[in-house]
């Protein structure tokens, strides 16, 4: 079993910026594919940013430019670095990899942006 805690969530103005963080423990090997979800109240969840072992990355149009992410292999950590922080980005966010053809999904952080 693989556990993600993450960390970083929380209240910031609008223009602000955040760091959120995921670390996996337990029984890894390798992991594969590390990807951020967000999900806001009445909408569907949304890929927001996902990152390969080799560091490709993919961004949601909505968050280009201005969100980061990135990974520490030997730590099994990644983050997303979300700046210029809007009201829309308002969310639950989770982090999810795969470790042996496996999903684990984080327990979400809730990140709110005031206006």
């Known amino acids: 079993q693989v556990q993600l805690v993450e960390s970083g969530g929380g209240l910031v103005q609008a223009g602000g910026s955040l760091r959120l963080s995921c670390a996996a423990s337990?029984?890894?090997?390798?992991?594969?594919?590390m990807t951020w979800y967000r999900q806001a109240p009445g909408k569907e969840r949304e890929l927001v940013a996902s990152?390969?072992?080799?560091?490709?990355?993919y961004y949601a149009d909505s968050v280009k430019g201005r969100f980061t992410i990135s990974r520490d292999n030997a730590k099994d950590t990644m983050y997303l670095q979300m700046n210029s922080l809007k009201p829309e980005d308002t969310a639950d966010y989770y982090c999810?990899?795969?470790?042996?053809?496996?999903?684990?999904w984080g327990q979400g952080t809730q990140v709110t942006v005031s206006s």
């Open positions: 999810r990899v795969t470790v042996a053809l496996r999903i684990y």
């Open positions: 990152i390969t072992r080799g560091g490709s990355t």
């Open positions: 337990g029984s890894i090997f390798s992991i594969n594919a």
